[in-house]
């Protein structure tokens, strides 16, 4: 009896871990390697710009900017060797901010350790690579936020878990 109860409590411990490090970066509900195109119009609505067939792309007019969507091409899933079944899913979502007021500071960014910053010139970069989260400001003011894969989930993919 002890060793079910041990048991299925490792057995707990060790789902709850595994799912927390696969997951991505997520926007509106849509997250890398899961959300499908019916998914991303679903959240966002029809899109400005629909060059799918050709880039694996779609744009979209959001409040406080522009979001381009891009999707798993079959370029990607062979480069990368996935299984098949992940094109067409979101590889990553870049929101384009036209005036937005956030800075490192308000962002909590600058003593977030989760965070690596780099900085050239007036333009910085905090990534956060675990969860495949990425910010650039300009002028210390936000210009775009990309939500992305984490490279441990695209490691997991690959090797097939």
Known sequence: MRNRIFLSLALALAVLLSAGAARAATWKGLEPFV????????????????????EGTLEFNVAGGRVTVFF???????????PAHYEGTVLQIVLQ????????????????KAFR??????????????DGLFYTFVESRLKTT????????????????
């Open 72 to 82: 798993v091409t079959p370029k990607f899933v062979s480069t990368k060797r996935l």
């Open 146 to 161: 990309r939500y992305a894969y984490s490279m441990d989930r695209l490691a997991r993919i690959q090797r097939g878990k």
């Open 35 to 54: 959300s499908k195109r019916a998914d991303v119009e679903k959240a966002l609505g029809a899109p400005v710009a629909d060059r799918y067939g050709e």
């Open 117 to 130: 910053r780099e900085a050239k010139g007036s333009v910085e970069k905090y990534s956060d690579d675990k």
């Open 97 to 112: 901010h036209e005036s937005a007021q956030d800075t490192p500071e308000s962002l909590n960014l600058v003593t977030n």
